[in-house]
Structures are given as structure tokens and as C-alpha cells.
């Protein structure tokens, strides 16, 4: 029962890296993205949203393999 506690946490801080590592790439090309785009701050939030959330569900796809 202990070696199923440490491989339940140790899989849990995997998927926590995995998070951390897309969540990091993700704000550092929506940073990117907003200094150079002029548009309208609704069209922008449009724009950064999809991409993130489309990212995220894979990530999430991943964490569920692990």
C-alpha cells in the first residue's frame, strides 16, 4: 500500500511538471502575442483563448497517458 502512495504521488508532481512546463510556454507566447498585435483587447482575448485552452486540453490528454 506504500509503494502504490509513492507512485500515486510520484505520477501526481509528473503531471504537476507537465502543467507548470505548458502553463510557462503558454503565458510567454501570449506575452509575445499581445506587445505586437494592435487589436481591439476583446479580439486579442479571442484569439489568445483558443490556442491556450487547445493546448491545455492536450496537455491534459498527456497527463491522463502518464
Excluded: C
Amino acid at each position: 500500500m506504500l509503494r502504490q502512495f509513492l507512485v500515486g504521488g510520484g505520477v501526481s508532481v509528473f503531471n504537476i511538471a507537465i502543467d507548470a512546463l505548458v502553463m510557462a510556454i503558454v503565458v510567454r507566447v501570449a506575452q509575445a502575442r499581445g506587445a505586437e498585435n494592435k487589436l481591439h483587447p476583446s479580439v486579442l482575448l479571442i484569439a489568445v483563448m483558443i490556442p491556450t485552452v487547445s493546448v491545455l486540453m492536450v496537455a491534459r490528454a498527456v497527463e491522463v497517458i502518464v
